[in-house]
């Protein structure tokens, strides 16, 4: 439906976010070089070069890290076949400002975009947000549409998650719908909390919501869903055969990206000879590696899957920062907070600075083996 016709108040107000817009993004541009220097060296490799095929790239995330997952896959439809959302919502979600007044992307985020019952805000409407993501592939900012039919999607939304609510989720289903996806798979029949869904008894009671948002549910969510995402997948390896590689995150992206210093990749031992898959699984808000260690990337039940299969799986990391980019929550960004100009943000975009950062590391990836770093 058409936006509402501007006031006055409105314009004023829109043209004053925009001057005050400018002024940051000049800011940001003084201050990226400035903070780009780090306190300390981190002693870790660069990303190596394993000759993957990209043709058939997959995502996944867990709240702020589905929404990278849905946003990944709509940008680079091209390449991404495939992307699993748990507690996350449609693409584009926040960047929709109200008129009048002015709301900011991130109040989007933090309201329709979690729990819009709690915050008496309305869902996400998938309609508008179709509509909107049409205009970006008209504009050439991402990938054509038509790519999403032949995308594989499972989506999961616990009934006991109060954080992002399964009527976001919801909108994410009619989303893929009005694209024409045919193969999509959603799940919400668990009394499952906020976070990522295991079957290790070390993890948290199912329905709870607490830190470090793993729960025990009895279902090994990443093997059901790598399932879906690629039909046909062997069973799990009962003994790992290959190594975690600890990267140099820093090469792919400036300080304003949010990145942390190194990010993580599970690669099979069959993968130093064998042309193998890549996954991309992003963590949640206060997921972090530096938050909760190797209990993401290395419990979250992904690897397994991955070494029987022939799949890399790239874990990239953002870091937590109460200054410039603020993001305490070490959350992905779907709100804007990368951007240059946080009013005209570009996360949603190819040219968003964590999408540049995760893209240029699965080229990476795709290099001859023992190809140098450029």
Known sequence: M???????????????????????????????????????????????????????????????????????????SSMITGAGIVAGGPYNCASRPGWPPFTLYWSNATRACMNPQATESSPPDAVVLWRDAQQIAQAG?????????????????????????????????????LAGTASIHYRNDLQAGHGMVTNDPGDSACSLTAAPYFNNCGLPLAREMLSHLYPGLGPPSAQLSGSTIKFDQRRYAGYRAGLDDAGYAYVPAACSSRRCRVHVAFHGC??????????????????????????IVLYPQVRTSWFYP?????????????????????????????????????????????????
């Open 286 to 311: 206060m997921q972090g590696a530096a938050l909760v260690k190797d209990h993401f990337y290395g419990r979250a039940g992904y690897n397994a899957v991955a070494d029987a299969n022939g799949i």
């Open 326 to 374: 603020y993001n305490p929550g070490g959350c992905w960004d779907y709100w804007g907070y990368s951007s240059a100009n946080p009013f005209r943000p570009d996360f949603h975009t190819r040219e968003g600075a964590q999408v540049r950062a995760v893209y240029a590391m699965l080229q990476r990836l795709a290099q001859p083996r023992n190809a140098p770093h450029p």
């Open 141 to 177: 900012r991402i990938d054509a549409l038509p790519n999403l039919r032949r995308q594989k999607i499972y989506l999961f939304s616990g009934r006991e998650d109060k954080t992002v609510a399964t009527a976001v989720v919801d909108q994410v289903r009619h989303f893929y719908a």
């Open 2 to 76: 058409p936006l509402p016709k501007q006031s006055s108040t409105a314009v004023s107000l829109e043209r004053t976010a925009m001057r005050v817009g400018r002024k940051l993004a000049m800011l940001a541009a003084w201050l990226t070089p400035v903070l780009a220097v780090r306190s300390e060296a981190v002693s870790v490799q660069p990303l190596p070069a394993f000759q993957v095929d990209l043709t058939q790239t997959t995502v996944s995330g867990l709240s702020s890290g589905a929404y990278m997952a849905g946003q990944f896959a709509v940008i680079h």
